[in-house]
């Protein structure tokens, strides 16, 4: 990890000195920002600029538009439409966590490899409504990329939806921002407003989720 145990740059040396020749960088996000991915693999580099070595590095800058992962997105997109009391009029809301605008610049492909990802799952599980909106900013949300999912909700409720389904495309495991910001907060504030509100389940360790990952790893290899 970047910000606790086990660090990336002591393990990098750790699989140097075990003998490896050449390292894959998979980070488990699968959309790019030189702040977010980009900063996984400055921390490879300086891993193995410390090991003096010549191992090869191929980093995975992105796999947002892998089949197995939209395949697994959209089902549990259908799955949890089935849940609703109007499958049909309920609208599915993508989310992913927001980044200062500062440090995301005009050529970085985060937001548009988001929307990418939220309109294929889309498409493949024949969603007739639905958005996008960022979640998890900071304390000076006005800074980052928008708009909120708090901001969205108000809207959604004044446009009269009654039932939203949130489907986390930006994260593919159950943490902080998923199990707090979602299932608690975001779904207080639309029961405030008189909205249902629901989450898709997170892959967590699906097994299609592991054979999605090992697809990207055959591909990088």
């Known amino acids: 990890m970047k910000h606790w145990h086990p660090f990336i740059e002591d393990t990098i040396q750790e699989i140097v000195k075990e003998g490896a ?3 894959i960088g998979l ?7 030189r702040l977010s991915i980009g900063g996984y693999e400055d921390a490879i580099v300086r891993g193995l600029s410390r090991t003096g070595s010549k191992v090869s590095l191929t980093m995975v800058k992105s796999w947002h538009t892998n089949h197995s992962l939209i395949d697994l997105l959209s089902e549990r ?3 949890g439409l089935n849940k609703m009391q109007r499958p049909d009029e309920a609208l599915v809301l993508f989310t992913a966590h927001s980044l200062p605008k500062k ?3 005009n050529d970085d492909p985060y937001q548009k490899q988001l929307f990418e990802t939220s309109k294929l799952v889309a498409n493949s599980a024949r969603i007739r409504r639905w958005s996008f909106a960022f979640q998890s900013a900071g304390e000076h949300r006005e800074n980052w ?7 969205q909700i108000i809207k959604l409720a004044r446009d009269g ?3 939203i389904l949130v489907c986390p495309v930006g994260f593919v495991s159950d943490h902080l921002e998923i199990l707090y910001d ?9 029961k405030s407003l008189g909205v249902r509100l629901e989450r898709t389940m ?4 699906d097994p299609g989720f592991i054979q999605a990952l090992a697809s990207v790893v055959r591909s990088a290899v």
């Open 21 to 23: 020749d050449s390292i």
């Open 27 to 33: 980070a488990l996000a699968p959309h790019y920002s």
């Open 77 to 79: 997109v259908q799955d």
């Open 103 to 105: 440090m995301v610049e």
């Open 145 to 151: 990329l928008g708009p909120q999912i708090h901001e």
């Open 161 to 163: 939806v009654s039932e």
């Open 182 to 190: 979602l299932d608690i907060e975001a779904k207080q504030q639309a």
């Open 202 to 205: 997170s892959l967590n360790d």
